[in-house]
């Protein structure tokens, strides 16, 4: 059985930032297990760079944490950022990521029975949190509510009240949800502190907070859901992973804002390790969909977790032991980036090889999947239909 420290070192390892980190380790040592909360903001589709705190999850669950998947639709906080999403879509969004999420996990072998999916809607239409949002109001200056979601909520020359909200509501879920930490990318960073700074005033207790690193778009800076430029989706065929890693930023030697660079150390190696664990028994991992193998050529050395394939006559495989190796090589211009984004898109087209499949074979998701996000360039009559809120769930609120 992993000590507490070994349990530690399992839930921080590979994250760029930890706040709090003593009050997770004094759960551990009094024996008790560790409650996190990870959401899921379902705005637009999905794109691989979510792979990097999907991944994360094995590491919680084998250190022994309960893991709580918030998705944050039906009516509340996938609305209220600035409206990014339509009222009207967000329920079938909020259908969509469940599916999609689930087929990702399964894929990599995490087991969906260890983790707890929470619909937003389930608790955040209650008379208590409702309550509880209105301190937050009383509370909170239009200064510090706005600092707290610069760098998630869309941004605008005249923003929305609902923008404002947003920050107080995800902080509020911290305590609805009943967690110990909330994880989440260093983007969220700011409306981190802003929950670990409000809500001992509402008399709650302060919270840990984990960060993953964000993974560079392909054209360079951050990979964003809204451009198509910049990201792969988790339903892109090979042969568009392939052009897209064709036109991707990667200038020879050059290290910073590689996004094909960034996803071999934020994705494929970190699965590369998982793999390897699973293969030595070291792991709570299940089988998996579709090419489960290591990121690693099959004549690769004891030690390797990735490879970068070459035919002999342009000198062979090379095989890297961790990524500084990699980066070094890059740097140096000993790895060139066609065989690095010729890697890449082989290691990424069998990574979303199993999740395209299950999509495919499920007539159910396809439907969902057109109602979430339809076609803003289809010549389809547009109806006018009235938004219908749940007035049951507002009048119970209301009594």
């Not at 921080?12 to 899921?40: H, N, S």
């Not at 072998?109 to 409702?130: R, W």
């Not at 937050?136 to 923003?159: F, I, M, N, Y």
């Amino acid at each position: 059985m992993a000590t507490p420290e070994e349990k530690y070192d399992l839930i921080t390892r590979r994250l760029q930032e930890v706040l709090g980190g003593d009050a997770i380790k004094a759960i551990l040592a009094e024996g008790r297990q560790p409650k996190c909360y990870w959401g899921a903001y379902n705005s637009s589709t999905s794109h691989i760079g979510y792979f990097v705190p999907l991944t994360k999850m094995a590491d919680f669950l084998r250190a022994g944490v309960h893991v709580k998947v918030l998705l944050a639709g039906e009516y509340v906080h996938a609305f209220l950022d600035n409206m990014k999403a339509p009222l009207e879509l967000v329920a079938y969004r909020t259908k969509y990521y469940e599916y999609l999420l689930t087929t990702v996990f399964k894929s990599l072998g995490i087991p969906t029975s260890a983790l707890t999916f929470v619909e937003g809607s389930s608790y955040q239409l209650t008379k208590e949190y409702n309550l509880d949002n209105y301190k937050l109001c009383a509370t909170v200056s239009e200064h510090d509510a706005k600092k707290a979601g610069a760098e998630v909520v869309k941004q605008v020359e005249s923003p929305l009240l609902s923008g404002l909200l947003y920050p107080g509501l995800q902080a509020l879920d911290e305590q609805y949800l009943d967690v110990d930490f909330q994880f989440g990318g260093v983007d969220q960073r700011k409306i981190f502190t802003f929950a670990e700074l409000y809500l001992p005033r509402l008399g709650y207790a302060k919270r840990a907070h984990l960060m993953n690193a964000m993974v560079p778009g392909l054209a360079g800076g951050k990979m964003s859901a809204s451009d198509p430029n910049s990201k792969i989706d988790f339903l892109d065929t090979a042969e568009t992973i392939r052009k897209k890693l064709k036109s991707a930023f990667c200038e020879e030697g050059n290290i910073e804002g590689n996004g094909v660079l960034a996803f071999v150390q934020a994705v494929l190696i970190p699965i590369s390790e998982l793999r390897l664990e699973r293969q030595s028994g070291n792991t709570l991992l299940e089988a998996g969909m579709g090419d489960q193998r290591p990121f690693i050529s099959d004549d690769a050395p004891a030690g390797t977790v990735f490879s970068v394939e070459r035919d002999a006559k342009f000198g062979g495989s090379t095989h890297y032991k961790c990524f500084e190796d990699v980066q070094e090589d890059f740097k140096n211009k000993v790895l060139h980036p066609k065989d690095l984004k010729s890697s890449v898109a082989d290691g990424i087209a069998r990574l979303l090889a199993p999740i395209r499949q299950a999509f495919e074979e499920n007539e159910e998701w396809q439907k969902i999947e057109k109602l979430a996000y339809p076609d803003p360039n289809a010549n389809v009559e547009k109806k006018k239909k009235k938004v219908r809120f749940d007035w049951c769930c507002i009048q119970s609120f209301m009594s």
